[in-house]
């Protein structure tokens, strides 16, 4: 399986969430690019966050938002 586009917006709007706190959440609003609105819909779909424009994330958006994290860590650029 490879990343699609849809799957790296998803990707890119789990890493928007905060890491520190899970009673901190996001808002996407109606201006937003239309790829991120469709992106945040498919996370709620997934039952990965709890509104469809963003709220909070579930307990699997906790656990998909750190797989998210490392994978990002292992694949940035070492300087």
């Known amino acids: 399986m490879r990343f699609t586009p849809t799957s790296l917006e998803e990707l890119n709007l789990l890493l ?12 996407v609003h109606s201006t937003t690019r239309p790829e991120v609105i469709a992106a945040c819909q498919n996370l709620f779909d997934k039952g990965l966050i709890d509104q469809p ?11 998909a938002l750190d797989h998210a994290q490392s994978l990002c860590g292992l694949l940035a650029e070492k300087k």
């Not at 424009?53 to 656990?63: F, R």
């Open 53 to 63: 424009d963003g709220g909070y994330l579930t307990d699997a958006g906790i656990e």
């Open 16 to 27: 928007q969430f905060p890491v520190a706190t899970a009673s901190t959440g996001i808002k």
